[in-house]
């Protein structure tokens, strides 16, 4: 095959030939929406330089020719084939507007990526100069759970006001930081400045290598980017990389992945997302790997290699519990799993209650629960037995060791969502039945209520499930009478449900 720079077309005119949905323009290219996994978030990076794709989301990248040809099935010579003809046939590639984006293009140089030490020193040193606003720090320990002191040691500030951006810069240069190659810096009319804007105002956090060094920064969004025609009920992208790739002078980030915690630690859990870690690290005191995206593990081979060498032996996973119903994300812990596996180590996947999806969610739900106990000691349980009865129930939940399920831990409208008007018994499997003892007058909702609290977190011996959760299914029965309810997160839907399709009672504990 002859090189992309013979070829009679360009990445773009693929681009332009599927029809992908454009969602952002960059100097060097495009993020589209990934025609693979059919996310609409523009999660895939068109590279018309390089003339190289790939989607942050699902993994899947290659060349211009694999494009169009993984799309279509075909071999990439057929695929070239196919885009010539479609040429020759009168598909319009417009040759000046190649030409002309071409040349823009290579009008803007970019910088080399600094030497590690130099960029933490700048970063360090820009660090002193912000401050964290109450705002921020009100948020970072009501909502997060973090203390003063963890918000010091992880670092975390505010960005500066974007009309700032030059003053620090020249005040960085005078202290005899180098800004060239340094993610975020850039020139604009021959003077250095950093790229903070007026959108991308929020929380600075600083992404450590496992050597320590500060190698870039996440900012979570004050306001989330939410696109206009976006009617999905998606919150929007709130983590962007501080990086200015693109601009005159410019360095991207290069999505580094962040590590927390100590660099020999026997047990190391990977987790998505860089504030996740660092709450789950100072709640759990265990060591933490951030990666970038559930399905951008390919830093983690150098970063095993270098672990592995320094006695780390059990590696886990800990993406978010929608893990039951993303395939995406299954695709990458099994990649996490395999990576382990090249350097000896063993992985295991961790699960908690699922109606907590991230593990910073769980560890702090279960922290504000034993805060609550402290103080509820005093209270002695009078119990008023004036008219007990006994009710009858069944707890079915999803099979999940045999893979993803669509509306795992999902509420009733996920439930149709996937295609269901009643929940398909044959995926579910019972997990106990027991016996309730409540008021006679009690109504079902209370009972059902009773049961869900009765099973979140500290599960009894003879339990053999996971904690009650949106998909599962509950059963209220007595001789005559059997009622199915769908748990979902604002109440109990009454459901029809087959319970002779469900498997029996699994003995091993999931
Ligand atoms: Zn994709």
Same mark, same amino acid.
């Given at each position: 095959?002859?090189q992309?720079?013979d070829?009679?077309f360009?990445i773009e005119d693929?681009? $332009?030939?599927?029809? #992908?949905?454009?969602r952002?323009?960059?100097?060097?290219?495009?993020y589209?929406d !990934?025609?693979?996994?059919?996310d609409n978030?523009?999660?895939?990076?068109v590279?018309?330089?390089?003339?190289?794709?790939? !989607?942050?989301y699902c993994g899947?990248c290659? +060349?211009?020719?694999?494009l169009?040809?993984k799309l279509n +099935?075909?071999?990439? *010579?057929i695929a070239y084939?196919q885009i010539c003809?479609?040429?020759?046939?009168g598909y319009?590639?417009s040759e000046?507007?190649i030409?002309? /984006?071409?040349?823009?293009?290579?009008?803007?140089p970019?910088?080399l990526?600094?030497?590690n030490?130099?960029?933490h020193?700048?970063?360090?040193k820009?660090?002193t100069?912000?401050?964290?606003?109450?705002?921020h720090r009100?948020?970072?320990k009501?909502?997060?759970?973090? %203390?003063?002191?963890q918000?010091?040691?992880?670092?975390?500030? %505010?960005?500066?006001?974007?009309?700032?951006?030059?003053?620090?810069?020249d005040?960085l240069i005078a202290n005899?930081c180098?800004v @060239?190659?340094?993610?975020?810096f850039y020139?604009?009319?021959?003077k250095?400045t950093i790229n903070?804007t007026?959108?991308?105002?929020?929380?600075?956090?600083?992404?450590r +290598?496992i050597?320590?060094l500060?190698?870039?920064?996440?900012?979570?969004l004050?306001?989330?980017?939410?696109?206009?025609n976006?009617?999905s009920?998606?919150e929007?992208?709130?983590y962007i990389?501080l990086?200015?790739s693109?601009?005159?002078m410019g360095?991207? %980030?290069?999505?580094p992945v962040?590590f927390?915690?100590?660099p020999? /630690?026997r047990?190391?859990?990977?987790t @998505?997302?860089i504030?996740?870690?660092d709450?789950?690290?100072?709640?759990?005191?265990?060591?933490f790997?951030?990666?970038p995206?559930?399905n951008?593990?390919?830093?983690l081979d150098?970063?095993?290699a270098?672990?592995a060498?320094n006695?780390? $032996?059990l590696i886990?996973?800990?993406?978010d519990?929608?893990?039951?119903?993303?395939e995406q994300?299954e695709?990458g812990?099994s990649?996490?799993f395999?990576i382990?596996?090249?350097?000896?180590?063993?992985c295991?996947?961790?699960?908690w209650n699922?109606?907590?999806?991230g593990?910073d969610?769980?560890?702090?739900a279960?922290r504000?629960k034993q805060?609550?106990?402290k103080?509820?000691?005093?209270n002695?349980?009078?119990?008023? *037995? *004036?008219?007990?009865?006994?009710q009858?129930y069944?707890i079915y939940q999803l099979?999940?060791d045999?893979?993803t399920v669509d509306?795992?831990f999902? +509420?009733?409208?996920? #439930?149709?969502k996937a295609?269901? @008007?009643?929940?398909?018994a044959?995926l579910?499997?019972?997990v106990?039945?027991g016996?309730?003892s409540?008021?006679n007058?009690d109504e079902k909702?209370?009972?059902l209520?009773?049961i869900?609290?009765k099973y979140q977190?500290?599960l009894p011996?003879?339990y053999?499930?996971?904690?009650? %959760?949106p998909?599962?299914i509950?059963e209220?029965?007595?001789?005559e009478k059997? @009622?199915?309810?769908?748990?979902?997160k604002?109440g109990?839907?009454?459901?029809?449900?087959?319970?002779?399709?469900?498997?029996?009672?699994n003995q /091993?504990?999931k």
């Amino acid at each position: 095959m002859s090189q992309p720079e013979d070829f009679p077309f360009q990445i773009e005119d693929i681009v $332009q030939m599927l029809n #992908l949905n454009i969602r952002r323009r960059m100097t060097n290219g495009v993020y589209v929406d !990934c025609p693979f996994c059919g996310d609409n978030r523009g999660k895939m990076n068109v590279d018309y330089i390089k003339n190289v794709w790939r !989607c942050n989301y699902c993994g899947e990248c290659g +060349g211009m020719l694999s494009l169009y040809a993984k799309l279509n +099935g075909v071999n990439n *010579s057929i695929a070239y084939r196919q885009i010539c003809n479609a040429i020759s046939n009168g598909y319009d590639i417009s040759e000046h507007q190649i030409k002309k /984006s071409k040349k823009d293009l290579k009008k803007v140089p970019q910088a080399l990526l600094a030497d590690n030490r130099v960029i933490h020193n700048t970063f360090s040193k820009l660090l002193t100069m912000l401050t964290l606003s109450e705002k921020h720090r009100n948020h970072l320990k009501e909502k997060r759970g973090l %203390s003063d002191e963890q918000i010091k040691y992880l670092g975390y500030k %505010s960005t500066p006001p974007f009309y700032n951006g030059r003053l620090l810069v020249d005040h960085l240069i005078a202290n005899g930081c180098t800004v @060239e190659g340094v993610p975020g810096f850039y020139k604009r009319n021959g003077k250095w400045t950093i790229n903070f804007t007026s959108n991308t105002s929020g929380i600075l956090l600083p992404v450590r +290598g496992i050597d320590g060094l500060i190698h870039g920064f996440q900012i979570r969004l004050d306001m989330p980017i939410k696109n206009k025609n976006d009617v999905s009920d998606k919150e929007g992208t709130k983590y962007i990389w501080l990086s200015s790739s693109g601009k005159y002078m410019g360095t991207s %980030s290069g999505s580094p992945v962040h590590f927390v915690g100590n660099p020999f /630690s026997r047990t190391v859990y990977v987790t @998505e997302g860089i504030l996740k870690s660092d709450i789950a690290h100072c709640l759990m005191n265990r060591t933490f790997i951030a990666i970038p995206g559930a399905n951008n593990t390919a830093k983690l081979d150098l970063l095993f290699a270098i672990l592995a060498q320094n006695g780390t $032996q059990l590696i886990i996973e800990a993406h978010d519990m929608d893990k039951y119903r993303n395939e995406q994300i299954e695709k990458g812990a099994s990649k996490i799993f395999l990576i382990s596996k090249k350097y000896g180590m063993e992985c295991r996947r961790l699960i908690w209650n699922p109606n907590y999806k991230g593990i910073d969610d769980w560890q702090l739900a279960l922290r504000q629960k034993q805060n609550m106990k402290k103080g509820e000691n005093t209270n002695i349980n009078v119990q008023q *037995s *004036s008219n007990q009865v006994k009710q009858c129930y069944r707890i079915y939940q999803l099979a999940l060791d045999t893979g993803t399920v669509d509306f795992a831990f999902g +509420g009733i409208k996920m #439930l149709h969502k996937a295609g269901y @008007e009643q929940p398909p018994a044959d995926l579910y499997q019972l997990v106990y039945d027991g016996v309730l003892s409540c008021d006679n007058g009690d109504e079902k909702n209370k009972r059902l209520k009773q049961i869900f609290e009765k099973y979140q977190d500290e599960l009894p011996d003879e339990y053999l499930g996971r904690s009650i %959760s949106p998909s599962d299914i509950l059963e209220l029965y007595d001789e005559e009478k059997r @009622e199915y309810y769908y748990v979902d997160k604002s109440g109990f839907y009454p459901v029809k449900f087959l319970p002779m399709l469900a498997k029996a009672l699994n003995q /091993s504990r999931k």
